[in-house]
């Protein structure tokens, strides 16, 4: 196996784990901060665990080597994760969901003016159909939008661009450690707003959830990147939202139009077709 479908397969699986997240945390029905501060608790500790799994009595060497880059990256990350929350909170998961799949335009964007990595020709073309599909998804939708869950998912996404342009920046550096500075961050937010810290015992159930699925999804994504291009790995954000939007579906009965079903179906298809021919033309 070749390094770039290396890097393909493990974003893949990356996004398909984290796609059940924001039900999870819809499940919670609980507030926000306080929702952010456990998460953070959860995520930050599952992110330890595989550190001391993977390297054992070398894991805090790793979690040192993340250096200044390594904060930065940790702290941008949490101020998207904190901003997803609260999308989450002022509007459906579909709606956050399709925002946050412009991911793919955004980190292009932001990688073609940070490190001067100007995506291919293919990648740029699939970027297109896949918005043509989200768009799809969204003319299915007759409600209305929150403007504040807009603003917020708007923020995530943006501020997304640029943690992934900069893991690709330092893809010579394991930056799995960094994501235990995104939870640590996530915690301290949700304890400075949060009115209170008490969670029901099925709502924790739900955020122990949602912080195992982020350690482990966040792990294969930052991942990724050392692997293949910031764009590429932003290119399976719309395979989450397609498949976040299924399990809202048949989970929490949010349920998707026909027209959501045929973007949806479009952004995979795209995926598939964009994950085989860039590995196939990329060297053995």
Known sequence: MNSHLKGLLIAFFGIVILSPDAVLVRLADS???TVLFWRGIFFAAGII???????????VNEIINIGKGGVLIGLLTALGGASFILAIHYTSIAKTLVIISISPIIVAIVSLIMLKEKPSLYTWLSMILV?????IVM???????????????????????????????YK????????????ITIAF??????????????????????????????????????????????MFFPLGTVLGTLIAWIVIKEEPSGKALIGGSIVIITLFCHAWYSAKLSPK
Request: cysteine-free; hydrophobic content about 55%.
């Open 31 to 33: 507030d926000s901060w």
């Open 49 to 59: 665990v595989i550190l001391l799994i993977t390297y054992r009595s070398k894991a």
């Open 131 to 135: 918005f043509i599909g989200i768009y």
């Open 139 to 169: 003319a299915g939708d007759t409600s209305g939008m929150n403007l504040m869950g807009n603003l917020f998912a708007l923020t995530s996404v943006i501020i997304g661009g640029f943690s992934f342009t900069l893991l690709r920046k």
């Open 172 to 183: 010579n550096i394991n930056m799995v450690p960094a994501m235990a500075v995104n939870g």
């Open 189 to 234: 937010i949700g304890f400075i707003f949060a009115d209170s810290l008490v969670l029901s015992s099925q709502s924790m159930l739900y955020i122990l959830g949602s912080g195992i699925v982020l350690s482990v999804s966040f792990s294969l994504i930052t991942i990724a990147p050392q692997y293949i291009p910031a764009p590429e790995v932003a």
